[in-house]
């Protein structure tokens, strides 16, 4: 084994082998707010909805608004590092694992919303096609039930996606520990020993996920779409909202890979992996996705401003100009007018130039969804209807909880598993010609590395 | 479909008393939820009277419009509940299951008249108010949706009277809670599908119009006023 392999494999296990008082005083804090939007959650069951601030007419409020960003953050990951796989792009190699935890929490967190805002959710697996006893299916029809398939199909795809390249590193954690965590890491591992058969099984079983799992990331974010789009609510009912939602979501996911990736890099010291290019490539990335999120807002808004339905305008002039105009301006500061300003200019397209974007673009992209979700069933047809809604610290706390459960199960990943592949950065350094073509050679979209 | 059941609302007769708000409380166990509940926006009216104001104050005309569930041939509800909670049955009714109901919401989001009601706690009656719930109609508990039934207990008790004394089901058989406390008889509640009752007549009357009829939900309530 070379130096720089060497260094590498300590490097990297670093985190997994040793632990600071730091890292526990973290997590206790985290798992305390954890907790504390557990019991809200548990006294909304307990007391009932009533606790929320959601009311009639304005029946979905801060948890539909998570559910969508969450499921938002969640395209980060898979979407981009299977991207980077299939283009072969060399500087994926550091980003790809950070990048698809996010993924596989964002959707654990994200898929918990559609049960926690369920007037009863202890019955939530009645949006699945059990054998019940009484014969019934769930209402196919429903955009609900999609959901269901949706985020589900896209949790296993992405977990295996996740779960594959990190099986030759559980071997390596193996072949550096004893005892217990040995044996768990072997458990792991399942049997990798590194021949070649198996390292083409891997190459072959990732590339046909990356490419499987693009179609399901696309999927995913129409159909949370179509849970507005379908209804015929104002500004909701619209066909733009697919492909809106989609690049909204990759927008947001870029943004939380970029904010994962600098905290990674300043705590866990892996300033030799996580190179500035990496954040100018990704901040280029987020600077087109907030071009692309301003296009699609400017065709949202000015169709409907155009088209001047009876009710729709009304929609759309809540949000423009009346309760709703600072939250909107201040969306399309934070969304366009800083990124563009940052990652436009090359000078301020640093480390911290880029989370200082990228911070702003996850608040914009939050109040974006609050935007949709909110002003529409706030404005609907009949004018003796029309209503606000402000939350109640029941749902204030539960989305807190879940930013820190987000953070939380980061850190403990991070803790328990290399967090760059350490196999993938060695494959970078020293490309066996058979299996890895070298980084910089031409490679055709989508070949297998055989 | 052996009936298709439709209500006029003359709005020249309505007066705004809210006696049918009243009734529809009282028949269908419909829970008060109290002063503090009701101004967060949870009080539960199956039918409400709109009020609109046409005019400059002082010169200004109040006019009344009694809002409850459509029941729209094609309704917007139907489709998006994931459970069947919402769906049409044979009498060409919006149903409202609420066993069936895990409580999504995503149905009254759905609706474009808001008449679906969702239960934010368990219903509560101060002895000895308890005394006066009705037994034909079940108490929701927290955490479903709930809407006009058009007093579907009212309908198959009729129907069943009709049955017993070996006969059709004739026009005025059956009254909503709604349309027997109207003192001015602005409520007519019939069988749409028999042109004989008084109101399939009222459908056809050139003052009616439907509800937000241009976003095709086809509902079955007509509003009668005088242009």
Known sequence: MSQSSNRLTSDLLHPLLNTSWRFYTLVVLLASVVAAGLISWAVQMWFGFGVTGIKWPIYWGFFITDFVFWIGISHAGTLISAILRLVNAGWRRPVTRCAEVITAFALMIGGLFPIIHLGKPWLFFWLMPYPSSRLIWPNFRSPLVWDFFAISTYLTGSLLFLFLPMIPDFAIVRDHTTGLRRKIYGLLALGWRGTTSQWHRLETAMQIMAIAIIPVAVSVHTIVSFDFSMAPTPMWHSAIFGPYFVAGAIFSGIAGLIIAMATLRKFLHLEAYLHPIHFENLGKLLLTMSLLWAYFTFNERITVWYGNGVSEINTFLVTQKGTFAPLFWLMVVVNFVIPVIILGIKRFRTITGCVIASFGVCVGMWLERFLIVVPSLGNKFLPYSWSYYRPRPTEILITTATFAAMILLYTLFAKFVPIISIWEMKAGEHPAPQLYPKTEAEHALGEVHA | ?227
């Open chain 2, 1 to 227: 479909m052996a009936h298709r059941f439709g209500m006029a609302v003359d709005l020249d007769r309505c007066t705004g008393c809210e006696a049918c708000v009243a009734a529809c409380h009282a028949e269908n166990n419909i829970a008060t939820v109290g002063d503090l509940q009701a101004a967060r926006g949870r009080a539960l009216h199956w039918i409400r009277v709109e009020r609109y104001f046409e005019g400059e104050f002082p010169d200004v005309r109040v006019k009344y419009r009694p809002v409850m569930c459509q029941q729209c041939d094609a309704a917007p509800c139907e489709p998006v509940c994931p459970t069947y909670a919402s769906h049409h049955n044979e009498d060409g009714l919006n149903a409202q299951i609420y066993n069936r109901c895990i409580g999504t919401r995503y149905c009254a989001n759905a609706c474009p008249y808001n008449v679906r009601f969702f239960d934010f706690f368990n219903p509560a009656w101060e002895k000895p108010l308890h005394l006066q719930l009705n037994p034909d109609v079940s108490v929701r508990e927290v955490g479903v949706m709930e809407k006009c039934t058009f007093c579907t207990q009212r309908i198959t008790a009729a129907k069943i009277q009709a049955e017993s004394e070996k006969r059709e089901l004739k026009d005025g058989d059956i009254k909503p809670a709604c349309v027997q406390s109207c003192p001015a008889k602005a409520l007519v509640f019939g069988d749409l599908n028999d042109p004989e009752s008084e109101v399939s007549r009222l459908f056809e009357s050139p003052r009616g119009s439907r509800l937000l009829e241009d976003l095709g939900t086809l509902p079955k309530v007509a509003y009668l006023e005088g242009r």
